[in-house]
């Protein structure tokens, strides 16, 4: 048994649509949309009466995936959506981008913000985090040449 490759990343959100439009502007490409629910669902992931809508988004180049979930069913149990960086579990997800000024100019006209600042990274990668809607993290990064 060896993994293959790794297939997507997935994230729950509230506002499924603004979720889309920033991967979207991000220059994510959505491949599908969908509902879910029954007991096959039920069982997989371990929640009883679950109703939900996923996005799946697709990276330019085919690599990459990203789920984007709305859970209608059951309710959360809490909310977390601006926790620091530094905290426990999946914090960001990172992409690569070939002008960073101009990904984070398009992602705050849709309401982003940056989480600190553009810094140099040993004069090989421009880096920088943008909290998009729902308080999801990215990283930002462009190889210098």
Request: with cysteine; charged share 30%; glycine share 10%.
């Amino acid at each position: 048994m060896a993994v293959q490759r790794m297939d997507h990343v997935g994230i729950v959100v509230d506002d499924l649509a603004a979720a889309v439009e920033f991967f979207v502007e991000l220059g994510l490409e959505l491949q599908d949309e969908e509902a879910v629910e029954g007991r096959w669902v039920d069982r997989v992931v371990g929640l009883d009466g679950i109703r939900a809508d996923i996005a799946m988004m697709q990276t330019p180049d085919g690599h990459g995936r990203l789920e984007l979930v709305k859970f209608h069913s059951p309710s959360s149990q809490g909310d977390n959506g601006h926790v620091p960086a530094n905290t426990r579990g999946i914090r960001h997800i990172a992409f690569a981008v070939d002008d960073i000024d101009a990904a984070v100019a398009r992602l705050r006209a849709c309401g982003a913000e940056l989480v600190g600042e553009v810094e140099n990274y040993e004069d090989i990668y421009r880096l920088c985090y943008v909290r998009g809607p729902e308080g999801i993290i990215i990283e930002l990064a462009e190889r210098i040449d």
